[in-house]
């Protein structure tokens, strides 16, 4: 009985812990980046339940790059704090597409290249220069069940698995597909803290709802209110985003979004401290995981042993 409710302990932690998916290293590359090269990028918006109208896509040039494949943020994006080097995991990808959305629309950023797509879906965008692009999200809506094409962060060039360097893109979005609802959604902003003592963060912040690029509410968080803010929108398609307003002296801001949840993290910029304050605590959720996941492995063991002093 014990072997399997150790076994069980195990199972549940290895369903816990993150699932991580690497991109392939620049270490690999066989040669450095050409940072003067032109780059083509073609983006195909097509789905096999529908034809699609045209879509009008926009994409950003978020950051150049030089010859070691290194990132430097353009002018339009200087100010957003972001750390675009050294990032691995999906998820860390995620956080920088989603933090996008919000800077971008909240802050009215002029676009690099703006395109309609054909009679095909695609979108095809020549002589962009070398960087890291962000292109905007796209939701459209066809008798009655809408389409939704998350946005996307994009390096040109990127690096193919024989360690070369290619420099004309191709990519076609998968749609999200959603039949016709007539009900509210629940959507809820949360906001952690990231390194820092309790007593020197702001007592409050401010936080802009917009819904497809235009605010509908800000709203004040604090502890009062445990540091998150619920509302409700009729399901309809549009593009809920939130963001920051004053973002604390010190401090870089990001976002990430698990469905109709947006959680806001200020990260203090000095500190290696990786705990989460209020209103939860990231490092102790992955100390009590790894514990569990410690203490099964412990129990399994030890089963076995005394089941092989049984049998001997």
């Given at each position: 009985m014990k072997n399997k409710v150790s076994l069980i302990i195990l199972t549940v932690c290895l369903l816990l812990i993150p699932y991580t998916v690497y991109a392939l290293s620049t270490d690999q590359a066989k040669e450095p980046v050409d940072p003067d090269a032109l780059c083509t990028l073609t983006l195909t918006y097509a789905s096999a339940e529908a034809a699609?109208?045209?879509?009008?896509?926009?994409?950003?040039?978020?950051?150049?790059?030089?010859?070691?494949?290194?990132?430097?943020?353009?002018?339009?994006?200087?100010?957003?704090?972001l750390i675009l080097n050294g990032l691995l995991s999906q998820s860390e990808w995620n956080t920088?597409?989603?933090?996008?959305?919000?800077?971008?629309?909240?802050?009215?950023?002029?676009?690099?290249?703006?395109?309609t797509t054909d009679e095909n879906g695609a979108a095809s965008f020549a002589d962009l220069a070398t960087g890291l692009y962000y292109v905007s999200p796209q939701t459209v809506t066809v008798d009655g069940f809408r389409y939704y094409f998350a946005s996307a962060v994009i390096a040109l060039p990127d690096l193919r698995e024989d360690g070369?360097?290619?420099?004309?893109?191709?990519?076609?979005?998968?749609?999200?597909?959603?039949?016709?609802?007539?009900?509210?959604?629940?959507?809820?902003?949360?906001?952690?803290?990231?390194?820092?003592?309790?007593?020197?963060?702001?007592?409050?912040?401010?936080?802009?709802?917009?819904?497809?690029?235009?605010?509908?509410?800000?709203?004040?968080?604090?502890?009062?209110?445990?540091?998150?803010?619920?509302?409700?929108?009729?399901?309809?398609?549009?593009?809920?985003?939130?963001?920051?307003?004053?973002?604390?002296?010190g401090y870089t801001v990001t976002v990430e979004q698990n469905d109709t949840v947006y959680t806001v993290v200020n990260t203090l910029e000095s500190s290696d401290d990786s705990s989460m304050g209020n209103p939860g605590d990231a490092g102790n959720l992955n100390f009590i995981i790894l514990f569990l996941c410690a203490?099964?492995?412990?129990?399994?063991?030890?089963?076995?042993?005394?089941?092989?002093?049984?049998e001997a």
């Open positions: 699609l109208p045209p879509l009008t896509v926009e994409v950003y040039r978020v950051a150049e790059v030089s010859r070691d494949f290194r990132y430097t943020l353009t002018e339009a994006f200087g100010d957003s704090g920088l597409r989603t933090t996008l959305d919000s800077y971008v629309t909240s802050n009215g950023v002029s676009p690099t290249a703006t395109l070369t360097w290619n420099y004309e893109i191709t990519a076609k979005p998968k749609p999200d597909v959603r039949p016709p609802s007539s009900t509210d959604l629940e959507y809820r902003v949360l906001k952690l803290w990231k390194g820092g003592e309790e007593e020197t963060r702001p007592t409050e912040i401010t936080v802009d709802l917009l819904k497809d690029g235009t605010v509908v509410k800000t709203v004040t968080l604090s502890e009062e209110n445990g540091w998150s803010y619920s509302w409700f929108a009729a399901d309809d398609g549009s593009l809920w985003t939130v963001a920051e307003q004053n973002v604390p002296e203490a099964g492995i412990v129990l399994v063991l030890l089963g076995m042993q005394r089941r092989k002093g049984v």
